[in-house]
């Protein structure tokens, strides 16, 4: 086919609506209905995840922030995190003063690996955070296990898994308290954004009062801690609520994306294209590709003639004890093969089959020559 245009890696779909609520709160949402998108954003996301609460937040990085906080994590703690992630997951460690301890990860799935996570356990360690990457689902029944073996907090960075399911249950619905995104790129948006959700009822009102300038629920304009300001706006919460009433319709395009990149590549010696393992509903937001064999240098090589033809990709997640903010490197091997010769590829809603055929097509004879 002809391509005259970049193929993008993402993009959000936006239907009607979308434009129609954000008019409406845009018109209608002010004064005594300043908060009604909200609350029913919320309340149907603790419906659709399978929760007791939920509470939109202005981003994953803060419900991360206030969930760990919530759970007492505090200076000389320590975190496990997956080594490959956004860096989000280990900066909202930092922002509390734990440490993040970086664990290496499985081959199969591409998070936290468990038995790994289980030997990097001290009397320091208080919590861990299975991330669930590209919207594949972490082993969240053992993580669980772990987790009550060593008295652990669990907290999930579900930021990219909107859906997934593993073991019959929504991402999200396994740790004490768990928080998901809604930035631009994610299957589901509401341009920046984030929701924090929880089973524990006392970790939550928690989380609530420091997300409001730890004001007094029972005493409005009184604050008795040091809080922050995490609150997503009515407008976005309109939003996000459109896009979470059609989100069996955005998984399952996301799912078809990735099928059809399997199809077109699966006798291609030198790939390996992301896939759902057994017990698992990955909802497969970002479609990543492993470039076996290769090195740095020849994925940047592969990105750049993608891009010369017009397809546009980006590097899977570097390791993040190679970041020079962390600078220690970790003894993670699968974590670094990853990082270091993985490629996310367009995994935009608006794909059509073509472009997904030209981009298959485009990477079996780079890596050919």
């Known amino acids: 086919m002809a391509i005259n245009k970049l193929i993008l890696t993402a993009g959000p779909s936006i239907t009607s609506k979308e434009i129609d609520y954000v008019t409406d709160a845009v018109t209608h949402g002010w004064n005594e209905k300043w908060n009604e998108y909200i609350v029913r954003f919320e309340t149907s996301f603790s419906e659709f995840i399978g929760v007791k609460h939920s509470m939109t937040t202005s981003s994953c990085t803060g419900a991360l922030h206030l969930g760990l906080m919530a759970c007492g994590i505090g200076n000389g703690d320590e975190v496990i995190v997956p080594e490959i992630s956004w860096v989000a997951s280990a900066s909202s460690v930092v922002y509390t003063g734990a440490k993040p301890v970086f664990c290496d990860i499985e081959e199969g799935s591409w998070c936290i690996d468990v038995k790994a996570a289980e030997s990097m356990i001290t009397n320091r360690t208080k919590a861990i955070m299975p991330v669930h990457l590209y919207g594949h689902p972490a082993n969240m029944p053992d993580i669980m296990k772990l987790a009550k073996k060593y ?75 040091i809080g922050y300001k995490y609150k997503m706006s009515n407008i976005q919460a309109a939003l996000g609520l459109a896009q979470l009433e059609r989100a069996n319709e955005l998984v399952n395009r996301k799912r078809g994306i990735n099928s059809r990149y399997r199809d077109n590549l699966k006798d291609c010696p030198s790939v390996r294209v992301s896939e759902e393992l057994p017990g698992c509903k990955s909802i497969h937001w970002m479609t990543s590709l492993e470039l076996l064999g290769n090195s740095t240098s020849r994925r940047t090589e592969i990105m750049g003639k993608l891009k010369e033809r017009l397809v546009d990709t980006r590097p899977v997640f570097s390791p993040m004890s190679s970041l020079p903010m962390f600078s220690r490197i970790s003894d993670n091997p699968v974590a670094y093969r990853i990082g270091e010769n993985s490629i996310n590829l367009p995994s935009g809603h608006n794909l059509t089959d073509e472009q997904i055929d030209y981009v298959s097509e485009t990477i079996i004879y780079l890596c050919g020559q």
């Open 151 to 225: 008295n652990l907090y669990v907290i999930e960075d579900a930021a990219p898994s909107i859906g997934a399911e593993i073991a019959g249950k929504r991402t999200g619905s396994f740790g004490h308290v768990s928080g998901f995104s809604f930035q631009g790129a994610k299957i589901l948006v509401t341009g920046e954004g984030g929701m924090l959700v929880s089973n524990d009822t006392d970790i939550f009102n928690k989380a609530q009062s420091l997300s409001d300038h730890g004001r007094d629920p029972d005493s409005p304009l009184s604050a008795v801690s």
